[in-house]
């Protein structure tokens, strides 16, 4: 068992073996890349430090195994490996069907990106979650880079289908953006008064929604159309680091400005630069 778990080392290349394929990569609902190499090759060397460092940036995303071929023959014919090395992609979830090519490139970088393009895909989307509690809405955030709030209509002035239908637009928001990590909640309006207080939300009515960050205390609140185009267009901006100074109760129309925009994939969604809670630290 010692010997094992420094095999599953976390950051490390996993060590498979005819033993511990089924139990580590089959049975798993992890995303695996798996290289078939012989000692010998020298590709294969050259590969090496490449797959190890990628094991180290992928720690906790995507897993990475290595096969010895020369020791473990019948593993690389079951899979077809016909020369060495060669990477097979198991994919996330259940492992139906046989793994897929591996068809990148060799360096780190070519692997680490690979392999987040195919993990990104299986990402679950996110639950809209209702906000019960303070407590439990903290709980919700913390760790997130950005929590999405959405206040909607009491249940009195929008009935079963009304906000079943502002849900599914929320759900299929948090579809679209599920790779960023953001947190969803709502909360039925007047539900959590000292919330929307802090956030300046009920001066415009209802429904509205406001983008927080839990780690900063600073929030950003939609003054665009509640519906699919005028949500996706205010978070896409907060995607592309377009977040600054959105207009929210008690500031003058006209005076927000946009942040410098920085490409979506090089930007730290934590630190778009939101609107300050002013002074309200506990929510």
């Not at 090496?48 to 992928?58: N, Q, R, T, Y």
């Not at 990475?64 to 899979?79: F, R």
């Not at 016909?82 to 780190?108: A, C, L």
């Not at 760790?143 to 079943?164: E, M, N, T, W």
Request: proline residues 6%.
């Amino acid at each position: 068992e010692e010997v094992e778990a420094r095999k599953q080392k976390s950051g490390s290349v996993v060590e498979l073996t005819d033993s511990n394929f089924k139990k580590l990569v089959l049975d798993s609902d992890e995303m695996w890349l798996v290289e078939f190499f012989a000692p010998w090759c020298g590709h294969c060397k050259n590969l090496e430090p490449h797959w190890k460092s990628a094991a180290s940036e992928l720690s906790g995303k995507v897993k990475l195994g290595a096969v010895d071929a020369t020791v473990y023959p019948d593993l690389a014919q079951k899979y077809g490996v016909q020369g060495y090395p060669t990477i097979k992609h198991f994919p996330s979830g259940v492992k139906k069907g046989g793994p897929q090519e591996y068809d990148g490139g060799r360096t780190k970088d070519d692997i680490v990106a690979w392999a987040m393009e195919r993990a990104e895909l299986n990402i679950p989307p996110p639950e809209v979650l209702q906000i019960l509690g303070e407590t439990q809405m903290k709980d919700l955030c913390e760790g997130k880079p950005l929590c999405v709030i959405s206040f909607l209509p009491h249940i009195y002035d929008c009935q079963a289908d009304c906000r079943k239908g502002y849900l599914k637009t929320l759900t299929a928001m948090g579809h679209k953006f599920k790779k960023q990590g953001w947190g969803w909640l709502w909360s039925e309006a007047t539900a959590q008064p000292e919330l929307e207080t802090a956030l300046d939300v009920g001066g415009f009515g209802y429904p509205a929604m406001v983008v927080l960050s839990a780690k900063k205390m600073k929030y950003s609140m939609l003054t665009g159309s509640f519906g699919k185009d005028g949500i996706h267009e205010f978070l896409r901006d907060l995607s592309y680091g377009k977040g600054a100074n959105e207009c929210g109760a008690g500031c003058e129309p006209g005076t927000e400005k946009d942040a410098e925009f920085i490409p979506e994939e090089e930007i730290d969604l934590s630190d778009v630069e939101l609107e300050p809670l002013d002074d309200k630290d506990e929510l």
